[in-house]
């Protein structure tokens, strides 16, 4: 059969067409009328993305960079701050900490789970000046409780920041990021965001602003200051990444529309959009027999485990060669122990039974266990028709 070539990947994900063309024709100079119009436009559109009345920068970086600027700029050497990890990403927190010479102290959970609250309230003294966490931890699909560790860290902490890497959280999951009381909050382009690497964002509460001022950690490019100076001016402090904010323009307008014209509902739907393919992928995996490999699943990505004695390489390599469907292997330790199926962004309901039903192939020819065909789609669309009536009882 003819082969389309699909990414169900947590990162890049697919791209909505109207971003590529809308990057494809644009040629406007930075420092013009038109781009300042464009670049203010995105940046209020930008908060209502989010959630949150805080100031918000678009730069320049892949997510990393925004992670490595909310250390740079909100630490000093020797402050000591608490890195909340069970994963890849959440390790990321710790090397980025570490090598701002912060003092940190890792509270970390196995690889598939979440954290305990009551672990991490004895963790948050008054003294530790960050929290570092994930909203999604993309390496093994787990969801964390960020409103639970906001509430601990705004009571037991003495001015303490939260940092959320919400780079695949963002767009998949319900976060009231003003209301919880999030300090720093960080996206990426290439995710819920439906357009291609390139671009990070972060919002910054007052607090955090205030925290800079007293910080010693070197930053240039990434000094967040000089950004929000420059945006209050309705330009940015170097070169934009220009046909990359035109992608982003035409995003927002997607989501939008989505939302019927407002942008925070919107939101919502393409969350719960991410939560029902999350769902239906989900009751698709356990019809055949599998298991999710995160006790506490998100709706950005499905975590799955391969069989018993077969490499998850096999899986994700049948995938890309009989459909060519790009699904993503584990990272580091976890690489051959299970594949992860996204559900951030560009996904609908035909890819989501597409995918699955790619999955009883998959399965079928990478072991030797039989495959009732039709199990994994008959689950997911028991789910689907389930929620298509609880949304018309609603109406
Ligand atoms: C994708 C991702 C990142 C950022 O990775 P980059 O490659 O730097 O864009 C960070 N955290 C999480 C949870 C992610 O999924």
Redesign the pocket.
């Given at each position: 059969m003819l082969h389309k070539n699909r990414l169900f990947t947590?990162?890049p994900t697919p791209l909505l067409p109207a971003a590529q063309t809308a990057m494809a024709s644009f040629t406007a100079h930075h420092r013009t009328a038109d781009f300042k119009a464009l670049f203010q436009r995105v940046l209020a559109d930008m908060k209502e993305f989010i959630g949150t009345k805080n100031d918000v920068l678009v730069l320049a970086c892949?997510?990393?960079?925004v992670?490595e600027a909310s250390v740079s700029n909100l630490t000093s050497p020797g402050d000591k701050v608490l890195v909340l990890t069970a994963g890849k990403?959440g390790e990321?927190w710790t090397g980025l900490a570490k090598a701002f010479g912060c003092n940190v102290d890792v509270l970390s959970v196995p690889y598939g789970e979440t954290f305990l609250l009551e672990n991490i309230r004895a963790r948050v003294t008054p003294d530790v000046r960050a929290v570092f966490v994930?909203a999604?931890?993309?390496s093994t699909g787990a969801r964390h409780d960020v409103q639970g560790i906001a509430k601990i860290v705004r009571t037991q902490g003495n001015d303490t920041l939260l940092v959320v890497?919400a780079?695949?959280?963002l767009g998949t999951t319900h976060l009231d990021v003003d209301g919880w009381g999030v300090d720093v909050i960080i996206g990426?382009s290439?995710?819920a965001l439906m357009m291609p690497?390139g671009l990070?964002y972060c919002a910054v509460s007052e607090r955090a602003w205030k925290r800079m001022d007293a910080t010693t950690s070197p930053r240039f490019y990434f000094d967040l200051r000089k950004e929000r100076k420059s945006a209050a001016k309705g330009e940015t402090a170097y070169t934009p990444a220009t046909s990359l904010f035109a992608a982003l323009g035409a995003a927002l307008e997607f989501v939008r529309g989505m939302g019927k014209g407002d942008l925070a509902k919107g939101r919502e739907e393409l969350v719960n959009n991410a939560e029902l393919c999350a769902e239906m992928t989900r009751a698709g995996a356990k019809a055949l027999g599998l298991k999710l490999y995160s006790s506490a699943p998100a709706a950005?990505l499905t975590a799955i485990s391969a069989p018993d004695g077969v490499d998850s390489g096999k899986i994700v390599k049948e995938f890309r060669e009989s459909f060519d469907a790009v699904v993503a292997n584990g990272q580091g330790e976890m690489k051959g122990k299970l594949f992860r199926i996204a559900h951030i962004g560009y996904y609908d309901y035909l890819d989501t039974i597409g995918i699955l039903g790619a999955l009883e192939h998959v399965l079928a020819r990478v072991t030797d266990r039989s495959v009732e065909y039709g199990a994994s789609v008959r689950a997911a669309q028991q789910v689907y028709a389930r929620s298509h009536d609880v949304a018309l009882a609603a109406r």
């Open positions: 947590p990162g892949s997510g990393t960079g992670m990403f990321r994930q999604t931890e993309s890497d780079i695949t959280g990426g290439q995710k690497p990070a950005a």
